[in-house]
């Protein structure tokens, strides 16, 4: 049967992604991806969430089998989530098709002599 994955996004202000990386290896994940941006939530969004939002973000990408998503997510959250310096917010995608992923849960076959 194949494995399950999930594509969970953090969304951070800069300077925390090695915060949600930490937070995310403690709960099972091998590794992520990061990507910068800037976000483009107005005073509005300012005014709904109660915080002051910072323009300049991380985002972090983590593929992670679906068994652990939960934990990964739930330890991310608590250590970067909006009540958090870093006012992450969390989410995931499932993940339809996979390839070239089972070096990383699998162990290479060794050849017999």
Known sequence: ????????????????????????RSAGATGGTLLR??????????DFFHIQIEPEKEI???????????????SVYKEAGLASAGQGIIFSLPVTR???LSQVHEKPKKDKD
Do not use: H, Q, W
């Not at 049967?1 to 995310?24: H, P, Q, R, W």
């Not at 941006?37 to 300012?46: L, Q, V």
């Open 1 to 24: 049967m194949d494995k399950t994955y999930e594509l969970i996004f953090c969304i951070v202000n800069a300077g925390f992604s090695g915060t949600v990386m930490d937070a995310a």
């Open 98 to 100: 996979t390839a070239g």
């Open 60 to 74: 972090v990408m983590i593929l992670a089998p679906a068994e652990i998503k939960d934990a990964i997510m739930t």
């Open 37 to 46: 941006g800037r976000g483009s939530a107005g005073k509005e969004a300012e």
